[in-house]
């Protein structure tokens, strides 16, 4: 067991479920301090709800390492590795798509 893996996946996976239900952005300074006029723009409850998921696929990746023995050196490293791609590609798609945009 991989105890430092453990606490980053359990920290992580918390915190995907807190931002996927939309109550993650509130404590965030940026989105207090950013103009009531820009925050009108942004459907923030599936924005929240999309970097939850990415953050608690993270978290959940962090607990295979941590708990299970098989999941370990070059399986956690594609792993991260396929994450960061999907990561990405997310960040590309929430810049293009206008679905976090509000009309």
Same mark, same amino acid.
């Given at each position: ?94 810049? &293009?798509?206008?679905?976090?945009? &509000? &009309?």
């Amino acid at each position: 067991m991989d105890y430092t893996c453990i606490f980053f996946g359990v920290l992580f996976t918390l915190g995907g479920f807190v931002f996927a239900t939309g109550n993650g952005h509130s404590h965030l300074s940026a989105w207090k301090n950013m103009p009531p006029e820009e925050k009108e723009k942004i459907a923030i409850v599936p924005l929240c709800r999309n970097i939850g998921e990415i953050i608690a696929l993270n978290g959940i990746i962090f607990l295979l390492k941590g708990l299970w023995a098989g999941f370990s050196d070059h399986w956690f490293v594609g792993a991260m590795v396929a994450w960061m791609i999907i990561a990405g590609f997310d960040v590309w798609y929430i810049e &293009k798509s206008q679905r976090y945009r &509000k &009309k």
